[in-house]
């Protein structure tokens, strides 16, 4: 079994391999990544010399690049990782998510039409479907909720969701979907809630809170997410959308308060600033499905989660002290250059 696994230098792609590497020791997997501004290399380094991990720094707008790379691997599976996915970014410069979450995706698809492939599996996200007001806690996300977006961000990743649908319609392409809700865990980007409150709190700067910071999000650790598509891509049925989640909502200021508390911080580095535009309310899926057809339920509770992810940035302040000073967008050239 050959995958492609685009994305894999970025957060979930990364965790999505290792645990990969692990559950199924005999498959190749091949991480395609462009490397742009989320994708860091230094990530991979522990699998980079395993004789079943190949790296292929790409971009997946690249057609010729992309089927020249089908033609040598004979993918049997695709998981799409690969995507812009900061909201606060889009809302800035929402071209290159078009770009990339959108026509990115359409070239993958059309290589997997063009040299055939047991499954293309697109990662989504539960923005797809909006948000949630805060006084109906008694809603939930299902698969059959409208899409209905609010940033450039989600409405990209949207558009994606609905190419890959008409894929499988049009051409019977044999695709699955996965919407799942934030993810936390190690190797998450600094520029994310969690990350940058944790990185800001041990430099005692300020803790940037949006508006009031009573948004609330679905807070999925890193590993039961990879475990999900895992599962999808194993037993999932084509042409379905599932969704993962794991009832763990949690408002973003109590989320900051927590992390002021696991590191002895003052809860006055709290600077609430001003609002996202279109800042969504509140995320919250329902993950009926996904559990009563693969079995699958999360398997790490906040509480237990958020204190194993501040260690783990205690633990490693090298891997994203590197990343605010910039310095880890040379290692490609610094390793990779001469080879
Ligand atoms: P990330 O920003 O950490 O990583 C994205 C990766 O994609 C990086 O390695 C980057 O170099 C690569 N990439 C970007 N553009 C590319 C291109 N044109 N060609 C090839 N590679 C490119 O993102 P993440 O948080 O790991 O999210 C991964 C996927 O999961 C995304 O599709 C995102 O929409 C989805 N998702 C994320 C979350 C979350 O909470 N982080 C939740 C649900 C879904
Ligand atoms: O729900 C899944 C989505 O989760 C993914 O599809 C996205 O790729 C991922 O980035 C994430 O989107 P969010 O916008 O929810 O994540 P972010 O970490 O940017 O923000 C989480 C919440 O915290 C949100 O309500 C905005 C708020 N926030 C964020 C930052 C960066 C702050 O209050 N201050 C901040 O500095």
């Not at 990530?43 to 980079?48: D, E, G, R, S, Y």
């Not at 040598?72 to 990339?100: C, G, K, W, Y």
């Not at 070239?107 to 007001?133: F, K, N, W």
Request: charged share 25%; aromatic share 12%; glycine share 8%.
């Amino acid at each position: 079994m050959t995958i492609i696994v685009t994305g894999g230098a970025g957060f979930i792609g990364a965790n999505f391999i290792f645990h990969m590497m692990k559950a199924h020791p005999d498959y190749r997997l091949v991480c395609l990544d462009k490397l742009t501004y989320a994708g860091n290399l230094s990530t991979l380094a522990p699998v980079m010399d395993e004789p079943n991990f190949r790296f292929a720094k790409l971009d997946i707008c690249d057609r010729e690049g992309v089927y020249r790379l089908f033609e040598e691997e004979h993918p049997d599976m695709v998981v799409n990782f690969a995507a812009e996915s900061h909201v606060d970014r889009s809302i800035e410069n929402p071209e290159v998510f078009l770009q990339t979450n959108i026509l990115g995706t359409q070239v993958l698809m059309d290589a997997c039409r063009r040299y055939g492939i047991q499954r293309y599996h697109q990662v989504s996200t539960d923005e797809v479907y909006g948000d949630l007001p805060l006084d109906r806690p008694d809603l939930f996300f299902t698969e059959e909720t409208p899409i209905h977006t609010s940033s450039p961000y989600s409405s990209s990743k949207a558009g994606a969701d609905l190419l890959v649908l008409a894929y499988h319609r049009t051409y019977g392409l044999p695709v699955t979907i996965s919407r799942c809700s934030n993810n936390y865990g190690p190797y998450h980007f600094p520029e994310k809630l969690i990350p940058l409150m944790i990185a800001n709190a041990l430099n005692d700067k300020p803790l940037p809170v949006y508006g009031t910071g009573e948004n609330v999000r679905d807070w999925l650790y890193v590993e039961d997410h990879c475990k999900a598509i895992d599962l999808i891509l194993h037993k999932g049925r084509v042409g379905e959308v599932y969704n993962i989640g794991g009832h763990n909502e949690m408002r973003n200021i109590d989320i900051v308060k927590i992390i002021c508390k696991a590191l002895g911080k003052p809860e006055s580095l709290i600077t609430f600033v001003t609002d996202r535009k279109g800042h969504d309310m509140r995320y919250a899926i329902d993950p009926t499905k996904i559990h009563n057809e693969l079995g699958w339920l999360p398997e790490t509770k906040f509480a237990d989660g958020i204190q194993k992810t501040i260690q783990w940035y205690l633990d490693n302040k090298a891997w994203w002290q590197t990343i605010i000073s910039g310095e880890y967008q040379n290692y490609y050239e610094k390793m990779y250059g001469n080879r």
